[in-house]
């Protein structure tokens, strides 16, 4: 099969390169699951940028600086922030409403999230990436050069040797419902998230294990900053509902089993630290022996219902309630390191570009800014499309097909044991607080499960492997550090604090 551009992933990044990208050719959105459990449709805080005049792409800047722990790229912290605004009125013309001070036509309702010096994180109630989503998914899909492909699993990049001798790669290796097909592209755009779900207690959906980066590393391209995992301080105990920053940025405080603010005294601005120091500071009262903080929604300035409908509503249906104190704790929650891109997505590979959650921009450094996220899936995705669409090849010449792989590859093979163990080693191990011990002991496990074989008679097998390989990255990348930094703290060294 032959289209003129792949996009591997249907989440805000995904969409906004397919979108741009069939302005000129034929694509395929190809998306290993459905529209409601991908990571964009979770998000819940909303999406960070200037739209105040009491706000600046310059403070945006120092706070994404800031929280990036000092290693952040500063010139794709500059594109982000610069060209967001513009990203936002894209969206606006795919028909997201973003709630407003008072109706149709007055300034933005913006709210305040953590290490933000000013309020810039527009939003659609409490669900803004479902409505985000929803709009985008709607036209793109409506597109006629587009075509999207749901249960679509890509288990392997097809590439070769190239110009200069340089990688390219040429098309995918993918089952779709079970069935294996050969697809070649000009380009291919790698969209597919990050690896959050690496890790047993998460707030990212099922499936989200790094697959992506495992399909890029496999290719020969050059994988960064593994170790720097970013974990949100307040999953609602018990579950995956994730209660946002927002909450926090509208009054509301974190306590401990004793009732003491766990934030005083640790950072100045208390709950809204960055949030590398406030999930820290609450892993330490958990590691004391506390199975979980409260989050005293007491003190919000908002009415609950109002503000927070979804939040209001799942409290509700689960036996929670909302108006007093929720039992949350840390999780994992976003992946700064991935696939090495430029500023245009271009990975090591030619004609493989990488965007949202699985590159590594370096726009989040250590530590991600809150909100950061959404905009930098719409700020280099439509940068990757718009580099394509002026500097991609004109056709793609292809080397014979690929038949290692068999014909139909069954969903499942009873590796529901495995996947579970190796999300609890990399939660032991790799997680707020890491040792060089344990590190070195997961290392070991995870070589050892490598050695049992090349899992490949199903999906799930196949997954089993990326996962490993990416565990592999994190770990590592994890032991070369030298010192504490953001979202990375080993026992080893000096607290940042």
């Given amino acids: 099969m032959d289209v003129d551009y792949i996009v591997v992933g249907a989440g805000i990044a995904g969409l906004t390169s397919a979108y741009e990208l069939a302005q000129q050719g034929s694509v395929w959105v190809l998306s290993k699951s459905s529209p409601a459990n991908i990571t964009t449709t979770w998000a819940k805080g909303g999406i960070a940028s200037v739209m105040s005049p009491v706000d600046s792409v310059a403070l945006h800047r120092e706070d994404t600086l800031i929280a990036g722990g000092g290693r952040c790229d500063p010139d794709k912290v500059d594109i982000l922030v610069r060209e967001g605004p513009a990203r936002i009125q894209d969206l606006v013309a795919m028909g997201v409403d973003f709630d407003r001070e008072s109706g149709q036509g007055s300034a933005y309702h913006l709210g305040r999230e953590a290490a933000h010096q000013r309020r810039r994180i527009l939003h659609v109630g409490d669900q803004t990436g479902h409505n985000v989503h929803k709009a985008m998914y709607r036209a793109v899909s409506q597109h006629n050069r587009v075509t999207m492909v749901d249960q679509a699993t890509v288990v392997e990049l097809l590439c070769e040797s190239g110009p200069n001798?340089?990688?390219?790669?040429?098309?995918c290796v993918v089952y779709i419902a079970g069935c294996r097909q050969h697809v070649y592209a000009k380009?291919?755009?790698?969209?597919?998230?990050?690896a959050a779900h690496m890790y047993a207690q998460t707030s990212a959906p099922e499936g989200c294990y790094g697959d992506g980066i495992g399909l890029a590393h496999r290719a020969g391209?050059?994988?960064r900053d593994m170790a720097f995992v970013q974990f949100h301080p307040t999953l609602l105990y018990g579950?995956?509902?994730?209660?946002?920053?927002?909450?926090?940025?509208?009054?509301?405080?974190l306590r401990d089993l004793s009732g003491d603010f766990i934030m005083d005294g640790v950072h100045p601005d208390r709950d809204l630290a960055p949030r590398d120091i406030v999930s820290r500071a609450v892993a330490k009262t958990l590691r004391a022996g506390s199975s979980h903080s409260w989050?005293?929604?007491?003190?919000?300035?908002?009415?609950i219902a109002r503000r927070f409908p979804a939040l209001h509503a799942y409290c509700i249906a689960n036996g929670f309630n909302p108006c007093s104190q929720l039992p949350v704790v840390p999780a994992a929650h976003y992946t700064m390191g991935g696939v090495q891109v430029n500023e245009n997505g271009e990975t090591t590979i030619s004609q493989l570009y990488a965007v949202g959650e699985v590159a590594n921009t370096g726009v989040h450094g250590a530590n991600r800014l809150a909100s950061n996220s959404l905009l930098e899936g719409l700020v280099f995705g439509y940068r990757?499309?718009?580099?394509?669409?002026?500097?991609?090849?004109?056709?793609?010449?292809?080397?014979?097909?690929?038949?290692?792989?068999p014909e139909r590859l069954p969903e499942a093979s009873g590796l529901d044991f495995k996947i579970k163990a190796i999300r609890k080693l990399i939660n032991e191990s790799v997680g707020i607080i890491r040792t060089r011990s344990e590190l070195i002991q997961a290392r070991d496990t995870v070589q050892q499960w490598q050695s049992q074989g090349n899992f490949k008679d199903s999906i799930q097998a196949w997954s089993v492997n990326m996962m490993l390989t990416v565990?592999?990255?994190?770990?590592?990348?994890?032991l070369a550090q030298t010192n504490n930094c953001g979202s990375f703290y080993s026992t080893?060294?000096?607290s940042p604090e």
Wanted: charged share 25%.
């Fill in 165 to 171: 001798n340089k990688t390219r790669c040429y098309g």
């Fill in 471 to 478: 565990g592999m990255h994190m770990i590592d990348d994890s």
């Fill in 384 to 405: 990757a499309a718009r580099h394509i669409r002026t500097n991609g090849i004109e056709s793609n010449a292809v080397s014979s097909q690929d038949t290692k792989w």
């Fill in 239 to 253: 579950t995956n509902f994730l209660v946002s920053e927002v909450v926090r940025g509208e009054g509301a405080r």
């Fill in 295 to 303: 989050l005293d929604m007491t003190l919000c300035s908002v009415p």
């Fill in 221 to 223: 391209a050059k994988i």
């Fill in 187 to 194: 380009s291919i755009v790698l969209a597919t998230g990050g």
């Fill in 492 to 494: 080893e060294f000096k």
